[in-house]
């Protein structure tokens, strides 16, 4: 099952958009002293907001014509923004151009443009068994962290540190989130077959 077909001009601003962001973000720390050169990609890559926005670069870069996996990077990508916006904008100060378009970019923009994108090129005939079935890019992520953060003491996410949590704190706020992403799933099914039937597509 394909997608309709994106221009590819679209596609590939939507791609160049996120991966300046990514480099955006990188070049911030490496002027602040943070980070080295090299060792500024692997701390960035512990985020979720870099695994998403690295998804936006191959599946528009690459032109991925899968409509499942083009539904799980638009709603990957768009949780990114409302986590984002709605828990975590509030603990950062910005603090240069290049950390502001970062955000702007990986945070904002991207997540925008990618649903948009999604609702109205995005395949006439989804599933609801997606939602849950793009459930597992979020569960290896947070494997990734919890083995991240146990070995460097380090989790860039409140909501994932287990130091603070504790375990039974920290399982609540996996099994949390895991529903809040399987809602926003079904949501972006859902508004993508009203779009589709909108457009006269059949959804079947």
Request: glycine share 10%; no cysteine; aromatic share 16%.
């Amino acid at each position: 099952m394909t997608t309709a077909r994106t221009p590819r001009g679209i596609e590939l601003a939507i791609a160049a958009a996120a991966l300046f962001g990514i480099f955006a973000s990188g070049v911030s720390r490496i002027l602040a002293g943070e980070s080295g050169l090299f060792g500024v990609w692997p701390f960035l890559f512990g985020f979720f907001t870099i695994w998403v926005n690295a998804l936006v670069v191959l599946a528009y870069g690459l032109r991925w014509r899968s409509g499942f996996m083009r539904g799980m990077t638009a709603t990957m990508i768009v949780l990114v923004g409302l986590v984002y916006h709605f828990q975590l904008s509030h603990l950062r100060e910005l603090r240069d151009v290049w950390q502001w378009t970062g955000n702007a970019l990986t945070h904002y923009a991207v997540p925008m443009l990618v649903f948009a994108d999604w609702l109205w090129f995005g395949p006439a005939r989804t599933r609801w068994r997606w939602a849950l079935s793009w459930l597992l890019f979020s569960i290896v992520y947070t494997l990734f962290a919890l083995v991240r953060g146990t070995l460097t003491g380090v989790y860039v996410y409140p909501f994932l540190d287990v130091g603070t949590l504790g375990w039974r704190g920290f399982a609540i706020s996996v099994a949390g989130m895991s529903l809040g992403f399987l809602i926003v799933g079904l949501l972006m099914v859902a508004l993508r077959k009203a779009v589709a039937r909108l457009q006269g597509q059949s959804t079947r």
